[in-house]
């Protein structure tokens, strides 16, 4: 093999692995609570104070 096929040949594979990984790590979604949500829609300023308690009171049962 010429040396210009040698650097296909390794380059190749090698950028697949790195892409992989990745797109791996790149799809782990963090999932949250449904408190935590709540809270950051809250925070936001979604939803009023009467509605997040009352939300909150319903997660708590």
């Given at each position: 093999m010429h040396?210009?096929?040698m650097v296909i040949v390794w380059t190749l594979p090698?950028?697949?692995i790195v892409?992989?990984?990745y797109f791996i790590n790149n799809n782990?979604?963090?999932t949250?609570?449904?408190k935590e949500i709540l809270?950051?829609?809250f925070?936001?300023?979604e939803i009023d104070e009467e509605e997040y308690k009352r939300?909150?009171?319903a997660l708590e049962k």
């Open positions: 040396g210009y096929e090698l950028l697949l892409a992989l990984v782990k979604k963090e949250l609570s449904a809270d950051i829609r925070a936001k300023g939300k909150r009171d």
